[in-house]
């Protein structure tokens, strides 16, 4: 079985930090990688970041890039999103999701998700 569980979400401060964490359980070595996504209130789930098993090139949405950064355990078959500087607009559920196929910012390239947690961030 294929699962993918999130932790480390949370209530903070704007200028706080929250690391986030996804541990993967199952055949994960067919896996090309992983990425970040997320939902706000009222609006569609986008894009946050991604990282691929066996590269070190790693990719973020625009709006995120030198506040957040993606890494990876692969002993652990964990992958993190570290958050800092976090601003009311990073309020969002966020969703860990994995992928067979090329890492891309599209979601529809992602096979495996998470079912989030939520991350709030208060003015």
């Known amino acids: 079985q294929v699962q993918l569980v999130e932790s480390g979400g949370g209530l903070v401060q704007a200028g706080g930090s929250l690391r986030l964490s996804c541990a993967a359980s199952?055949?994960?070595?067919?896996?090309?990688?992983m990425g970040w996504f997320r939902r706000a209130p009222g609006k569609e789930r986008e894009f946050v970041a991604a990282?691929?098993?066996?590269?070190?090139?790693?990719y973020y949405k625009d709006s995120v890039k030198g506040r957040f950064t993606i890494s990876r355990d692969n002993a652990k078959d964990t992958v993190y999103l570290q958050m800092n500087s976090l601003k009311p607009e990073d309020t969002a559920v966020y969703y860990c999701?994995?992928?067979?196929?090329?890492?891309?910012?599209?979601?529809?390239?992602?096979?495996?998700w998470g079912q989030g947690t939520q991350v709030t961030v208060s003015s």
């Open positions: 999701a994995a992928s067979r196929r090329s890492i891309t910012k599209d979601a529809q390239g992602y096979d495996y």
């Open positions: 199952g055949r994960t070595f067919w896996w090309s990688g």
């Open positions: 990282i691929p098993w066996g590269s070190t090139i790693t």
